[in-house]
């Protein structure tokens, strides 16, 4: 069970834009953030 433990090393990854894999990770979760906002806005509106 080291669930917490693993999204919290992901998370800390995601946002590590020092490193070029970092900021990649970063805009990804971004676009994944836009893509899922519009869905819900769509389904909402």
Do not use: C, P, Y
């Amino acid at each position: 069970m080291t669930e917490d433990h693993r999204s919290n090393g992901l998370w800390e990854k995601a946002f590590n834009v020092d490193s070029q894999s970092g900021t990649g990770r970063f805009v990804a979760f971004v676009l994944a953030f836009v893509v899922i906002g519009g869905a819900l806005s769509w389904l909402v509106g």
